[in-house]
């Protein structure tokens, strides 16, 4: 490939409202271009890339026995409706009309569509299965996010698992884990696997793959001691037992003008946080319902959603509170309310002598004794766990990380092979549902996450796996004719050799070509200049670490094959 020829609208200015560095660098080395908020158009450099990820998935997924297939985008109302996901999806999901009226929607993950399929197992003998795809989902994300990360359309590696019982799953679920991880390995993503919530997915188990960095929207919890690690939706920690004072025979009024937070009340009437019960007011599916935690916790809002099956969950507004409770945020409360159901964080079993609102505006209520004076219809983790708090598993403090999540495994079981009545007969002839698995690996946020892992203030520096060009020929002085044919011959000896290499015969200062081979982040630059040729050698530059040999002419092609590949 010339570079004279090919489409790379690198920009010199960094663009504006970009921040997240694989953001800014695909707008600038000329790999993407915007068509609206969550859509991108990918360039040749961009689908180069892609390819290669691709490529890496394919080979390991065929590895653990997966079959690819390739499912439509355009799926009829009535299969989602099937598992009742065509509700719980609510405005994700894109949805139209054809010119008949049917409902379709958009397809954002295909569990559904897969089981159409699987309808067609019958006898044991044909399991166990696994089905992948490389295929568009739509998701009308409410904010698409930081380029390339979080699109409204992306590329997903989904799979499937069908299996007859659960230590087929399990089976299914510990190939992918392990291919997972070498998938990522080879991508150049340190991805950790982390204990997640399973969300409107359904089923039990699910690890997700997750990369740290900044620009990361998950927070892992992760313990550097025993290696436990787990996304803030899901992680636990292990609490120190609190000694309360010794209780009251019954809860007491006392005034607190003013008293707004749980800071208020600490700071002005010796209530430590730990001591307060934090009332909070959330509507679950329409539904106002208290959740109780401790005065210096916070609410996990997934643990939430995990704990009552909820598919909408949203803070009550002020004035929906006080037509229930008669008081505003501040003096809430949760003692002889019945009228309501309670939701309560296992942190508050057994305690006594502890504070909390009136459900009066500036009253308080001391003494109270939480399981005696509250009638909590539900106990549940609640509270999300943080940075220096003890690991549940070893003690030893844990550490909180901005991740990016890039995979995602769920054990499935039973939910979609019931609503779509797959089933298959055993030995013994009898019907069995079968259990399922989802797998899925987001292609195009890879991409983002391997930039954020492989960048500098040059640009990007792929790893020689994904590049979109292993090598590039910048030829210094393109007018000179002996230099022009002397790096002509070192890029068709480059190609010779196999080498996925781009030759830069643009006629531009040396400065903007190799600022240009940073940006774009080819890993080795080959300099075909007089200087060198003058003594029979070109410069091999690794865009990795800077470093420059010389090597000569006639053993270019052999030596870049040989740093190429020690780089794989
Ligand atoms: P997130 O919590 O980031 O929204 P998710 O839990 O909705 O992700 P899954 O449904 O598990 O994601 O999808 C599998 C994979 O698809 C994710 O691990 C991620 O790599 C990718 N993915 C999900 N949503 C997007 C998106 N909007 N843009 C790009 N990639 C995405
Ligand atoms: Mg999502």
């Not at 009545?421 to 195009?444: H, K, N, R, W």
Request: net charge negative; hydrophobic share 40%.
């Amino acid at each position: 490939m010339r570079w004279s020829q090919m489409h790379i609208p690198t920009l010199r200015e960094t663009p504006a409202d970009a921040e997240a560095p694989s953001h800014r660098l695909l707008l600038r080395a000329g790999y993407v271009k915007q068509l609206m908020a969550g859509h991108y158009s990918l360039l040749p450099l961009a689908v180069r890339v892609r390819a290669k990820v691709v490529g890496i998935i394919r080979e390991e997924m065929d590895a653990i026995g997966a079959q690819e297939f390739l499912l439509p985008t355009v799926h009829p109302a009535e299969v989602w409706q099937r598992s009742g996901r065509w509700e719980t999806m609510g405005e994700e999901m894109f949805r139209l009309k054809d010119r008949r009226g049917a409902e379709l929607a958009l397809g954002m993950t295909h569990e559904e569509i897969f089981s159409t399929l699987a309808a067609d197992l019958s006898s044991y003998r044909q399991l166990p299965q696994i089905w992948y795809q490389f295929q568009t989902k739509f998701r009308d994300e409410p904010r698409p996010k930081a380029g390339l990360m979080r699109t409204r359309e992306f590329t997903m590696k989904d799979a499937y698992s069908f299996d007859l019982a659960g230590e087929g799953l399990d089976t299914a679920f510990e190939r992918h884990r392990a291919a997972y991880l070498r998938i990522f390995t080879r991508l150049g993503i340190p991805a950790i696997p982390v204990e997640a919530s399973s969300g409107a997915m359904g089923g039990s188990t699910s690890t997700e793959f997750m990369c740290p960095a900044e620009v990361g929207e998950d927070f892992v919890v992760h313990c550097p001691a025993c290696g436990y690690a787990a996304n803030i939706e899901k992680a636990t920690s292990r609490l120190s037992p609190t000694e309360d004072e010794a209780g009251r025979p019954a809860p007491e009024r006392f005034d607190t003008p003013g008293v707004r937070t749980i800071d208020d009340l600490a700071t002005g009437f010796g209530a430590a946080a730990e001591r307060q019960i934090k009332t909070l007011v959330q509507v679950l599916d329409e539904r106002l319902t208290l959740i109780l935690l401790r005065g210096d916790h916070a609410l996990a809002e997934q643990k939430l959603i995990d704990a009552t099956g909820a598919s909408t969950v949203r803070p009550a507004r002020p004035e929906e509170i006080q037509a229930v409770l008669g008081a505003l945020p501040g003096s809430l409360g949760a003692v002889g309310v019945t009228s309501l159901p309670i939701l309560a964080d296992e942190s508050l079993r057994g305690r006594r002598a502890m504070f909390t609102g009136a459900n009066t505006d500036g009253v308080h209520l001391r003494g109270v004794d939480v399981e005696r004076d509250i009638t909590v219809g539900q106990w549940a983790d609640l509270r999300e766990a943080a940075a220096g708090e003890p690991c549940a598993h070893c003690g030893e403090p844990l550490q909180v990380r901005k991740a990016i999540e890039v995979g995602h495994i769920f054990k499935l079981g039973q939910k979609y092979s019931q609503a779509f009545g797959l089933t298959v007969q055993d030995a013994a002839g009898a019907p069995v549902t079968l259990v399922m698995g989802s797998y899925g690996i987001g292609v195009e946020r890879a991409m983002a996450a391997a930039i954020e892992c492989h960048h500098d203030d040059k640009g990007i520096a792929w790893p020689v796996s994904i590049a979109p060009f292993a090598a590039a020929v910048v030829v210094a002085q393109p007018k000179d004719a002996e230099t022009a044919k002397a790096g002509e011959e070192v890029y068709q000896q480059l190609l010779a050799a196999g080498v996925e290499v781009i030759v830069d015969d643009r006629d531009e200062r040396l400065g903007v070509k190799f600022a240009d081979v940073e940006l774009v982040g080819i890993p080795l630059r080959i300099t075909v200049g007089k200087r060198g040729l003058a003594e029979g050698v070109v410069e091999l530059t690794s865009r990795a670490t800077g470093e420059t040999e010389r090597v000569p002419v006639a053993e270019a092609a052999q030596r870049v094959r040989q740093v190429l590949g020690a780089a794989r």
